[in-house]
């Protein structure tokens, strides 16, 4: 059973804010939440973390209802450069395993001129 | 450099042969993972070391998947008798801490079995 949910793909044009959404209804006390983004011909690159209600860095925010089975990433202004697909994790830090670190397929984002 | 580092960059290999893929993660990073990934999908967990300690392996997929980290930095993967169902890219990362919090990926090897 997969620990994660979200779209197979998006397109949103350039200046908009997108917001890719997660759902984990299974998630666990220790469990975090946490996205990465990955280009062609790269590895994933770590986004953003975060545990209950909202988090925000220089890239982006994630935001995280009480009861925590789903979560959103928010990109403000997206460019061409955002272009990407988009993986959402759901698992306790502390461990490792294929359970804790499932990436799934993601979310292919295609920002439109 | 300042990033985890993976050579070769590109690999092919006949079904059969044996092949070895190094990883060199960001200096005095306890943790070490492996991924395969294939085509159109998202990164696979194969194995974990927490310094030379290889923690889990329960992601290698068969007993012709073997990695090692004698000296708690550099790692290889090596895939004996490869076939081509092993063709994919084979991603390395490594973390700070003793955890999962937050991973840095190398570029990964691309495998390429005929």
């Known amino acids: 059973l997969a620990k994660t949910t979200q779209p197979i793909s998006m397109d949103s044009y350039e200046g908009q804010e997108v917001n890719i959404t997660c759902s984990h209804n299974n998630i666990a006390t220790n469990d975090y939440i946490t996205w990465y983004q990955q280009f062609p011909s790269q590895g994933p690159r770590f986004i953003i973390q975060?545990?209950?209600t909202k988090v925000t860095n220089e890239v982006a925010s994630l935001f995280i209802p009480a009861d925590r089975k789903s979560s959103t990433l928010s990109l403000p202004r997206v460019s061409l450069s955002d272009t990407a697909v988009y993986y959402c994790?759901?698992?306790?830090?502390?461990?490792?395993?294929?359970?804790?670190?499932?990436f799934g397929t993601g979310t292919r984002l295609t920002v439109i001129p | 450099g300042a990033g985890v580092s993976q050579s070769p960059r590109y690999k092919v290999a006949k079904r059969g042969q044996d092949v070895a893929l190094r990883c060199d993660p960001i200096s005095g990073h306890v943790s070490l993972f492996w991924y395969q990934q294939a085509l159109g999908q998202g990164p696979e967990f194969l194995t974990y070391?927490?310094?030379?300690?290889?923690?889990?392996k329960s992601g290698l997929p068969s007993d012709r998947f073997f990695a090692e980290r004698p000296e708690g930095s550099v790692s290889t993967l090596k895939i004996q008798r490869t076939q081509q169902e092993d063709s994919a890219v084979y991603l390395c990362?490594?973390?700070?801490?003793?955890?999962?919090?937050?991973?840095?990926f190398g570029p990964g090897t691309r495998l390429t079995v005929t």
């Open positions: 070391f927490q310094n030379e300690a290889q923690l889990d």
């Open positions: 975060g545990y209950k």
């Open positions: 990362a490594s973390s700070s801490g003793l955890a999962a919090y937050e991973q840095y």
């Open positions: 994790l759901v698992g306790d830090p502390g461990l490792a395993g294929a359970n804790n670190l499932f």
